[in-house]
């Protein structure tokens, strides 16, 4: 597979890691990642499934960590004199209210979600590259490396692109020669808003708004667990 992500959704990014390795116990055929551009966050997660991963040396990938952003519109709220009512069930049901100060009581429930998430990662890269997980945390401070720095980490297995990849694939599955099928992407409406798009690499605006031209899915402000390089 193919990996050029800055990362995502941390749920989404545990999704395709699962299907990958589902499709290797039952299909019994091997994965291997090959890295280009961009292999951050969520695109180095779901990269764990892979048995072997191969990038450029100057691939940007590692980034291990979480992100979640909330915004806060008090202080304009209170200048532009909005209020809200709030009747919740709970103290910490509106946790997050963009038009309230943080209080520290929500402020370290959001860091326990942030903390489990980012441990699960943290044990993923351990299980899956072999290292002691004690390792992994030195790495793991949301850096991204090159593939050079990334390869001397243990976070990658070698350097390479797509026939170095293909190369791999058929050692590992024992086969002198392999058939390459290659899925495009679907393009946008406009080739200049295609350039636009490649160049500006996913950011949170741009991956919504190329979403919102190809029909998928509505643009969204909810705050997200987030497995993201940016």
Do not use: C, W
């Not at 209020?83 to 943080?102: C, F, H, Q, R, Y």
């Not at 392999?178 to 393009?187: F, G, L, S, T």
């Not at 991956?207 to 987030?226: F, G, H, N, W, Y």
């Amino acid at each position: 597979m193919s990996v050029d992500s800055p990362g995502g959704s941390v749920v989404a990014s545990d999704e395709i890691y699962r299907a990958l390795k589902k499709l290797t116990v039952e299909s019994g055929k091997p994965v291997v990642a090959v890295m280009g551009e961009l292999a951050a966050s969520g695109g180095y997660y779901i990269s764990l499934a892979a048995e072997k991963i191969i990038a450029n040396p100057n691939t940007l990938t590692g980034s291990i960590g979480v992100i979640f952003s909330l915004p806060n519109y008090s202080k304009l709220a209170d200048t532009i004199g909005y209020t809200e009512e709030v009747i919740a069930s709970g103290a910490l049901k509106d946790m997050g209210n963009p038009l309230k100060p943080m209080s520290d009581e929500a402020r370290a429930a959001f860091r326990s979600l942030v903390d489990d998430t980012f441990n699960r990662f943290v044990d993923l890269v351990a299980k899956e590259r072999k290292l002691p997980r004690e390792r992994v945390l030195e790495v793991a401070t949301g850096q991204v490396f090159t593939g050079a720095q990334a390869k001397a980490h243990g976070l990658i297995d070698d350097f390479g692109g797509m026939d170095e990849a293909v190369d791999a694939a058929k050692a590992l599955a024992h086969l002198e020669e392999a058939q390459v099928i290659e899925y495009e992407r679907k393009k946008t409406r406009s080739p200049l808003l295609d350039l636009l798009l490649s160049e500006a690499g996913a950011t949170p605006f741009f991956t919504q708004l190329k979403a919102l031209l190809d029909e998928r899915v509505p643009i969204s402000t909810t705050p997200r667990l987030m497995y993201l390089f940016r």
